[in-house]
């Protein structure tokens, strides 16, 4: 098998001061943070659809990227995309990969030879998963970007496309297993609806919940004991998607009982297209119990469509690793670069240059989120600033102790109410200087 990116060597940690641009200056795997490798916290994985399939078009301009399988096609630029990956994680020192069907294999003509190419080429994965110990993070399908998916999926209002579409998320969960992923993702690209005038958002919700129980049911059947993830996203490419964001996807699963079954992959840049913070939607998945697995990217706040920029922010990337260390790890899930070079970033150098500032930007936010957690600095103040529910009145509301009759009677004897400042600058200095230690 030929060797796809040959001027590249094995990525190293070379430290802070280091110039190198194919040199990490932050990720040194094995590194122990807060009791753990650095390279286990962090869990990175490869997103095989912008890293080995994205080819730089745009809606105004076509394919770029400089890669030396562009001249083949099928199953043979399928085989190729195989080793460019396993070699790329190889060098970066990436444990894990995340994919779906349509990245691994062509689509072919029919569902038939759809599910023959996906069996052709899943050898060669997993010879390569048998030479580098690389592990599958999570899978899943793409059904959203086929012309039969212009209404949705699970959503449409054609059954057939209804069934085509489990036939598709049938056959990717089987590959999952078989692969023995440690997740499978449900991300409802096209469940959404342009305009009420044509959609019957009752069913279309009904129809999605019933999708999410067979898939399930069908994955637990065949063995799979992965974590079920659903991962929200806000407006684009509908205008109005079934799940929105962290809390509209619990609303959702609580009221079709399916809140003990699934978990949340919170993505950076569906956090922005949302109206939220990257932490945000991380904590709101933390404080209810299923923040699963993340992907790692960033939105270019002046455009209002989902980038998928690899992340350089380190102030966003120390508060998602706090609320990551906050709770308690994100294994099985992991960080996902679910992030692409830009179009003008074309040679393959490039690529590897991205992952490394990515790698290095959650690895820095890492070492700043666990220093600012072993201090103490933010929780103190926050414990502090809700002492009065440690005592009195307070204590008896957090217990379910008193009653509406009682707090208007203490009201009327405690009518003079001292606050204390919220202190919000000062705390953002606090993590500032954490930074740029």
Known sequence: MREHFLEINKIKFEGGDSTNPLAFKYYDANRIVAGKKMKDHLRFALSYWHTLTGNGTDPFGQPTMERDYNSLDGIELSKARVDAAFELMTKLGIE??????????????????KLDNLDTILERIEDKMKETGIKCLWGTTNAFSHPRFMHGAATSPNADVFAFAAAQVKKALEITHRLR??????????????????????????????????????ARNIGFEGQFLIE?????????????????????????????????????????????????????????????SVDANQGDLLLGWDTDQFP???????????????????????????????????????????????MDTFAKGLLVADKLLTD????????????????GIGKKIIEDATSFEELAEYALKHDKIVLESGRQEMLEDIVNRYIYK
Not at 315 to 339: Q, R
């Open 376 to 391: 103490g600095v933010l929780e103190n103040f926050v414990t502090k600033r809700y002492e009065s529910y440690t005592a």
């Open 312 to 358: 350089t922010n380190i102030y966003d990337a120390t508060l998602s690793m706090y609320e990551v260390l906050k709770n308690g790890g994100i294994a099985p899930g992991g960080l996902n670069f679910d992030a692409k070079v830009r179009r003008g970033s074309f040679k393959p150098d490039d690529l590897f240059i991205a992952y490394i500032v990515g």
């Open 232 to 292: 929200p996203k806000p407006k684009e490419p509908t205008k109005h998607q079934y799940d929105f964001d962290t809390m509209t996807v619990l609303g959702f699963l609580r009221k079709y009982n399916l809140i003990d079954d699934f978990k949340l992959n919170i993505e950076a840049n569906h956090a922005t297209l949302a109206g939220h913070t990257f932490q945000h939607e991380l904590a709101m998945a933390r404080i209810n119990g299923v923040l699963g």
């Open 96 to 113: 894990f990969f995340c994919f779906h069907d349509l990245d691994i294999a062509p689509e072919g003509n029919s569902l038939q030879e």
């Open 181 to 218: 992923g440690e997740n499978y993702v449900f991300w409802g690209g096209r469940e959404g609806y342009e305009t009420l005038l044509n959609t019957d958002i009752a069913l279309e919700n009904d129809n999605l919940a019933k999708f999410l129980k067979m898939a399930k049911d069908y």
